[in-house]
């Protein structure tokens, strides 16, 4: 089971960006799923963006076209660039990777935090 560190959380106002980054302790480019996860106070933990080993993205409706999900295979590490920030964006953000045949993997999770 591959081991993920997110990191680039914090505190930022309304209309800013962040950028997370998710360190993974094996070679990303055999697993065929990572992905970037949130979840709110309260709330239940929703998917916000997706990549495959291929490349294809997916994102969720809330963070289209404001979020860019991306991988460097040669860096083990997947990226979460957050443009246009929302106070509703506010949430602790968790890496998540599966690979066929193996248990998926979740980072501790990092917080992010949108001011008004």
């Known amino acids: 089971q591959v081991q993920l560190v997110e990191s680039g959380g914090g505190l930022v106002q309304a209309g800013g960006s962040l950028t997370l980054s998710c360190a993974a302790s094996g070679r990303i480019a055999s697993l065929n799923f990572m992905a970037w996860y949130r979840q709110a106070p309260g709330k239940q933990r929703d998917l916000v963006a997706s990549?495959?080993?291929?490349?294809?993205?997916n994102y969720a409706d809330s963070v289209k076209g404001r979020f860019a999900i991306s991988r460097d295979n040669a860096n083990n590490t997947v990226y979460l660039q957050m443009n246009s920030l929302k106070p509703e964006d506010t949430a602790v953000y968790y890496c998540?990777?599966?690979?066929?045949?193996?248990?998926?993997?979740w980072g501790q999770g990092t917080q992010v935090t949108v001011s008004s």
């Open positions: 998540y990777a599966y690979r066929i045949g193996y248990s998926p993997s």
């Open positions: 990549i495959t080993t291929g490349g294809s993205t």
